[in-house]
């Protein structure tokens, strides 16, 4: 008899995420407190570095939902079913936040710099938007927090993902930055952008036009780590990354981050 094929089972990633947040208890000695003590140099110190492994440890977990990370998890309502004070409102979906906000500041004062990457838009069906991480924004600010690295987008978000491919200058550079616009109009704070932001001469624009306080960028660095070298130099060509995201190969396999494209060019030299 011929064998039929069973169809592979899809594996819902979102779903699985909605059930960790749904219902696994908040426990604040454990999910607050690692997070607290892997951004602190005091939790460094103690832990002799095992923190960093900690906070791996806890995102591993939360990468079986295969979707974004832990607190940004939380401010989204498509993953935060919760019925407690850290879900519902964007007011309970940022508690957390606050929490270890709060927790931080109390081991490194007030004169240390407390950033934090947050996503403006979760592009989801039933996600985060624009008007609730811009509320989130100005309780932030009012907790404290120094500066916001503006992002946004999931892994599940397809083509409008936090790391996205195919940027070509004067086209769909700096995919975040209409958000960027929006933190800056409503709330004062500096705002770093990041996302696909490739040319000098944008940039600067950016800047210049308070659309950002800052530039950030991540792939750019890893095909050219003397970039900022060689912009003070003079030469503001456009960064040599290809956007191609296959620096993402490696860092999957366990093998470190590095440029894909650069290391095939030097092994054909
Ligand atoms: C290999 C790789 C690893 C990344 N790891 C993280 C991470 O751990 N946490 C995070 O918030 N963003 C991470 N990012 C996203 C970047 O910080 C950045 O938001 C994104 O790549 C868009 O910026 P870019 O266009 O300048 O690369 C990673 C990006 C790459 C390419
Ligand atoms: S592999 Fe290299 S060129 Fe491709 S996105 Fe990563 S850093 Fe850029």
Not at 94 to 110: D, P, Q, T
Not at 228 to 250: V, Y
Request: glycine share 10%.
């Amino acid at each position: 008899m011929k064998k039929t094929q069973e169809t592979p089972r899809k594996k819902d990633n979102t779903k699985q995420a909605v059930l960790h947040m749904a219902f696994e208890p908040i426990n604040g000695m454990i999910i607050k407190n690692r997070f607290v003590r892997s951004a602190t140099w005091e939790g460094m110190a103690k832990d002799d570095g095992t923190c960093t492994k900690r906070l791996i440890d806890l995102m591993g977990k939360l990468a079986k939902g295969g979707v974004g990370y832990l607190l940004s998890q939380f401010l989204s309502p498509a993953f935060n079913k919760r019925q407690d004070q850290y879900g519902g409102s964007i007011e309970n979906r940022v508690n957390i936040l606050i929490e270890i906000l709060s927790n931080i500041r109390a081991r490194v004062g007030n004169n240390y710099p407390v950033l934090l990457k947050m996503n403006s838009r979760d592009f989801l069906e039933g996600g985060l938007e624009l008007d609730d991480s811009l509320k989130a924004g100005v309780i932030l600010k009012n907790a404290g927090i120094d500066a916001i690295e503006l992002s946004g987008g999931t892994i599940a978000s397809g083509k409008e993902g936090p790391v996205r491919t195919g940027i070509v200058s004067g086209k769909n550079e700096a995919y975040f930055k209409d958000a960027a616009f929006a933190f800056k109009e409503k709330i004062d704070l500096p705002i770093m952008l990041v996302g696909g932001i490739r040319s000098f001469s944008l940039a600067q624009q950016l800047v210049n036009d308070n659309i950002t306080d800052y530039i950030s960028m991540s792939r750019p660095f890893i095909r050219e780590p003397d970039l900022i070298k060689r912009r003070k130099a003079g030469n503001h060509n456009q960064a040599a990354c290809l956007s191609d995201s296959k620096c993402f190969i490696p860092a999957m396999n366990g093998k470190g981050i590095y440029c894909v494209v650069e290391k095939k060019k030097s092994r054909k030299k």
